[in-house]
C-alpha cells in the first residue's frame, strides 16, 4: 500500500507518461485505478500534452486486477468493492478520449493488465512479455473489456482459445497475432512508445479503437460455429465450471449487439460470477497456494536456503526416477543407487524414457536430454554419497510389497530396513547433507531413531497419482480388531448396547442441530432413526450442541431408519476446510502423472528437524517445480491421514448394498478425476492392505474393516496390474466395469452382514458424496487440531495437488 502509487511526467515532445507502480505486480487495485483517472484528467486538460504513453514500474506493466478485492467481496458479499473500470476508465476516459495511449508492456500483462492495455490506441512491448487472460482460472471472466477487445484483435478462433485456456503467450507472438503493435528492446520501450504516440496524435498512424473494430471478427455465422464448438468442448473439459460458458455467452453478444453491449453484458455477468462458489473457491487457492511458502520459524527468521547441487536417490522404481528426472531437468547432478545392477539398469531406463517421452512432446530439447542424462551416475554402494547435499530414500516398502504379499513381515522388515539405511547414510553422508525419506507414512522419528542426526532428517513426500496412490487406507486387512457396523435392529427391539466410548460423533440431518458426544469418537456406526440416535447421544452422555457446520444421516426408505453416523462438530473459523457436502461447479481435476510431473511435495518435519533443512528443501521444491507444503510427522502426514477416510467411506457403503461402479460415478462426477474403486484397482491392492492396516493401527477407533479387497485378491485380481480389478483393463480401451466383480463384493457383503435386514441400502447420490467426504472433513479438522499442517489453507492446497481434490469446491 505504502508503495502503491502513479505518476505523471511530461516531456517537452507533448507526451505524458503515466507509470502505475503497486509492487510486486503492479495488481490494480481500486486506489490504484482511481489514481489512473485522476492523472488521466489532468493530461486531457493540459494543453502541452498531445498524447499518453502508459505504463508500469519495475520492468512489469501489470498482473491484473488486485484478487485481494474479490477476496474481500467475499467476505462481505459487497459489489460496490468493484470499480466501474470497464466503462468509466477503459472507455470514457481512455478509448474514447480526445487524446491517444500507448501501453508500453514489459514483463507481464495479464488480466486487467493486458485489458488496459488492450483498451489503448496501440501496444509496444518489450520482448518475451508474457500476455494472457487467465480471469477463468479464478472462476470469473475478464471483466474490463477482454472478452470484447481480445477477439477484436486476434480473430475469433485465437481469442476463444486464449481465454478457456487461460494461457498465456509471449508478445513476439502477441505481435504476430496483431495484439501487439511493435516488440522492442526495454531500453528502447518509452522512446518508441512516445514514437508511437505522437505518430497516431498527429495522424501519422492510424488511431484505432480495438472496441470499434469488427475486421477480424468474421461473420456471424463463422463465429457462432466456432462458439458453438468451443461450448461442446468446454462441457466436456470443464463440465462443472459455469465461467466457461458465460465467457462464451458474453462473446456472442458483443459480436450480435455490438462492442458496447458486449461491454456491458460482460460487466453484469462477471459481477454475477465473482460471488459464486466457484470463484470463491479458486480465489482462495490463488491465495492459499501462496501462502505455503510462509512458513512461521523457517522463512520469517532470516535464514538464507544452501545450494544443492547434488542429490543422491535411494532406489530406481517409478517414483525415484521420476524424482531423479525432475532433479535432472533442473540441473542437479544425481546420484541414482540401486541394490543391484540390473535394478540400476532399469532405474536408469526408467529416467531415459521419461526424457525421451518429453522430447517427443517437444517439451524437451535434444541438448538439454543429454545435459541431463550427462549428470546423471549410477552407483551400487554409498562411495560416492560424500559429495552429496540431499539424500531422498524411497519407500522401499514398494518393492517389499510387490515382491511378498506378508503385510505383517514387510513393514517389521522395512522399519529396521529403513533405520540401517538412515545410519548408514549419516556415516557416508557429509555432516551438511539433508537425509530425506519418500515413505509415505512411516514415522521419521523411528525412522532416525538409531541416528544422531535427527536434526536433518525430514520427509520429502513426492505424489505419484491423483489420490493415495502410495498410501491409501483401503478396506484393511482384517488384522486387527476394529469396530464395524452392526446390522441395523428392528424398530422397538432393545438398542444395541454402546458403551460411552463406542459413541462420541453424532450428526443430524436436521438443520443446524448437531449431536456431539464426548471421549474417543467413531465416524460411523449404524443405529436407528434420527430420535432414536438422540436417544442415544443423551444416553450415552453425549453432548446435544447446535452447531452451524454440516451433520449427516443416511436415511433410508424406509422412514429414515437407517442412520450413517459420520460427522463431528464443525469447527467455527477453520478456514477453507468445512462447508463439506455444499456444490461449488467448476474446474477441471488435476492430470495423473509420474513423481516429475505431479505438483504436490510434502515437506515433513519432526521436532526435531532444523530450520535449515525445511528451508533448503522448500527451495529444492521449487526448483522443481513442486509446491511445497510442510506438515507435521504422524501416520500418513497430512494429505494421506486426512484422506484415509474417503476409501474406507466406499467400502462401508459397498458393503451396505450400495452399487461399487454408481460410487464411482457420484464421486468423479463430483469432480475427482476417478471413483474410489477405480482409483484402488490403479494403486494396487498390495499398497491398499498395507497401508490400510497401518491406518488401523493408528486409528483403531474410526477404521471400518472390509474383507473385499482380500477377497478380490484370492480370487486373483490384483487392479490395473493384471487388468482385472473393480474394472477390466484392456490396452487401448477405457476401463469397462466388470460384472463378474460382483459375485465378489456380494461375498463381501453376506461376511460382514451389515446390510439393514439383510437388504441393501437406499441412498441418494448427495448421500453418497457426504458418506465418503464428510469423513474425511472430520479428519481435516483432526489434522489441524493436532497442528499437522501451519494453516487450513495448507490442506486445500495439498489436497488439490496431491489427491487431485478439485480446486472449486
Ligand atoms: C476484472 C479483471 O478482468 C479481473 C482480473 O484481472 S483478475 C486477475 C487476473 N490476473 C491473474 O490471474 C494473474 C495472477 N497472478 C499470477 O498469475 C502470478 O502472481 C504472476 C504470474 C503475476 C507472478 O507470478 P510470480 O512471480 O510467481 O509471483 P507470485 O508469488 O505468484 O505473486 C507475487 C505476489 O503478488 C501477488 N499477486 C500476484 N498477482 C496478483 C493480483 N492480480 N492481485 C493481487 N495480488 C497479486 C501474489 O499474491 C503474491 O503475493 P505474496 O508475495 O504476498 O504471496
Not at 536456503?305 to 533442473?330: C, D, F, Y
Amino acid at each position: 500500500m505504502a508503495n502503491m502509487r502513479v505518476l505523471m511526467e511530461v516531456g517537452s515532445d507533448g507526451v505524458a507518461v503515466i507509470t502505475f507502480c503497486n509492487p510486486p505486480v503492479n495488481a490494480l487495485a481500486p486506489s490504484l485505478i482511481a489514481g489512473l483517472k485522476e492523472k488521466y484528467k489532468c493530461a486531457m486538460k493540459r494543453d502541452d500534452v498531445k498524447a499518453i504513453v502508459l505504463t508500469g514500474e519495475g520492468g512489469k506493466f501489470s498482473g491484473g486486477f488486485d484478487i485481494s478485492v474479490f477476496q474481500n467481496l467475499h467476505i462481505t458479499g459487497d459489489i460496490s468493492l468493484l470499480p466501474d473500470v470497464s466503462v468509466d476508465l477503459l472507455i470514457n476516459t481512455i478509448e474514447d478520449a480526445k487524446k491517444p495511449s500507448v501501453a508500453a508492456i514489459q514483463g507481464l500483462a495479464l488480466g486487467g493488465g493486458l485489458e488496459l492495455a488492450m483498451g489503448c490506441h496501440a501496444r509496444v512491448a518489450s520482448p518475451k512479455t508474457q500476455l494472457g487472460l487467465p480471469e477463468l482460472t479464478l472462476g470469473v471472466i475478464p471483466g474490463f473489456g477482454g472478452t470484447q477487445r481480445l477477439p477484436r484483435l486476434v480473430g475469433m478462433p485465437t481469442a476463444v482459445e486464449m481465454l478457456l485456456s487461460s494461457k498465456s503467450i509471449l508478445s513476439e507472438d502477441g505481435k504476430k497475432l496483431g495484439l501487439i503493435d511493435a516488440v522492442v528492446s526495454s531500453e528502447e520501450l518509452l522512446k518508441v512508445s512516445r514514437l508511437w504516440a505522437l505518430d497516431i496524435a498527429e495522424r501519422r498512424r492510424p488511431w484505432i479503437t480495438s472496441l470499434r473494430r469488427t475486421d477480424k471478427l468474421g461473420s456471424l455465422s463463422e463465429v457462432r460455429g466456432i462458439l458453438k464448438v468451443a461450448r461442446q468442448q468446454a462441457r466436456q473439459t470443464a463440465p462443472n465450471m459455469p465461467q466457461h460458458q458465460a465467457c462464451l455467452d458474453v462473446i456472442e453478444e458483443g459480436v450480435v449487439s455490438g462492442g458496447y453491449s458486449g461491454v456491458l453484458k460482460e460487466t453484469e455477468v462477471s459481477n454475477e460470477l465473482v460471488l459464486s462458489s466457484t470463484a470463491r473457491g479458486l480465489v482462495h487457492v490463488f491465495f492459499a497456494q501462496r501462502a505455503t511458502s510462509k512458513v512461521p520459524r523457517v522463512t520469517d527468521v532470516g535464514l538464507k536456503p544452501r545450494q544443492t547441487k547434488n542429490v543422491a536417490v535411494i532406489g530406481g522404481g517409478l517414483m525415484g526416477s521420476g524424482i531423479a528426472t525432475a532433479l535432472l531437468l533442473s540441473n542437479i547432478s544425481v546420484f541414482l543407487m540401486e541394490i543391484n545392477s540390473e535394478y540400476l539398469q532399469q532405474g536408469v531406463k526408467k529416467i531415459e524414457v521419461n526424457l525421451q517421452s518429453l522430447l517427443t512432446r517437444g517439451k524437451l530439447t535434444q541438448d538439454k536430454a543429454e545435459k541431463a542424462l550427462s549428470i546423471l551416475k549410477g552407483v551400487l554402494d554409498y562411495s560416492e554419497f560424500k559429495h552429496v547435499d540431499m539424500v531422498i530414500e524411497m519407500d522401499t516398502r514398494r518393492k517389499l510389497f510387490d515382491e511378498c504379499f506378508s503385510i505383517l513381515q514387510a513393514v517389521i522388515e522395512n522399519i529396521s530396513l529403513k533405520q540401517s539405511i538412515f545410519s548408514e547414510l549419516e556415516k557416508a553422508c557429509p555432516p551438511h547433507c539433508i537425509l530425506a525419506t519418500n515413505t509415505s507414512t512411516i514415522d521419521l522419528n523411528i525412522v532416525g531413531e538409531k541416528t544422531s542426526s535427527q536434526d536433518r532428517i525430514v520427509g520429502a513426500h513426492f505424489f505419484s497419482s491423483p489420490i493415495l496412490k502410495d498410501g491409501d487406507a483401503g478396506a484393511g486387512n482384517g488384522v486387527h480388531q476394529v469396530r464395524q457396523p452392526k446390522p441395523r435392529e428392528e424398530k422397538g427391539s432393545q438398542r444395541d448396547p454402546r458403551s460411552k466410548s463406542d459413541i462420541c460423533e453424532l450428526g443430524l440431518a436436521e438443520e443446524n442441530l448437531k449431536i456431539a458426544g464426548g471421549g474417543r469418537s467413531m465416524d460411523w456406526c449404524l443405529l436407528g432413526s434420527v430420535a432414536e440416535m438422540v436417544d442415544l447421544g443423551r444416553a450415552t452422555g453425549g453432548v446435544v450442541a447446535a452447531v452451524t457446520g454440516t451433520g449427516y444421516v443416511g436415511a433410508g426408505d424406509d422412514g429414515g431408519a437407517t442412520g450413517f453416523l459420520l460427522f463431528s462438530q464443525q469447527k467455527k473459523g477453520k478456514e477453507g476446510i468445512g462447508k463439506s457436502g455444499e456444490r461449488r461447479d467448476g474446474g477441471k481435476p488435476n492430470g495423473i502423472g509420474p513423481a516429475h510431473v505431479m505438483p504436490l511435495l510434502e515437506i515433513v518435519q519432526t521436532r526435531k528437524t532444523s530450520a535449515q533443512v525445511i528451508l533448503d528443501l522448500i527451495t529444492v521444491g521449487k526448483t522443481l517445480k513442486k509446491v511445497p507444503v510442510v506438515v507435521g510427522n504422524c501416520t500418513g502426514f497430512a494429505v494421506n491421514r486426512t484422506f484415509f477416510p474417503y476409501m474406507q467411506g466406499a467400502h462401508l457403503l459397498a458393503n451396505l448394498g450400495v452399487d461399487v461402479f454408481r460410487i464411482d460415478r457420484v464421486i468423479s462426477t463430483f469432480g475427482m478425476p476417478m471413483g474410489p474403486f477405480q482409483l484402488q484397482d490403479l494403486s494396487g491392492y498390495g499398497i491398499a492392505l498395507a497401508t490400510g492396516k497401518e491406518f488401523a493401527t493408528a486409528f483403531l477407533d474410526r477404521t471400518f474393516v472390509s474383507p473385499l479387497i482380500d477377497l478380490l485378491v484370492k480370487s486373483g485380481r490384483s487392479g490395473k496390474n493384471n487388468g482385472k480389478g473393480f474394472y477390466i483393463y484392456e490396452k487401448g480401451s477405457k476401463p469397462k466395469p466388470d460384472a463378474s466383480v460382483l459375485p465378489i463384493i456380494e461375498e463381501s457383503r453376506g461376511l460382514i452382514n451389515i446390510m439393514p435386514g439383510g437388504k441393501p441400502v437406499s441412498v441418494s447420490d448427495q448421500e453418497i458424496l457426504e458418506m465418503i467426504l464428510f469423513p474425511v472433513v472430520n479428519e481435516a479438522c483432526r489434522v489441524m487440531d493436532e497442528g499437522v499442517v501451519v494453516r487450513a489453507s495448507d490442506l486445500d492446497i495439498a489436497s488439490v495437488l496431491g489427491m487431485s481434490f478439485p480446486s472449486y469446491r
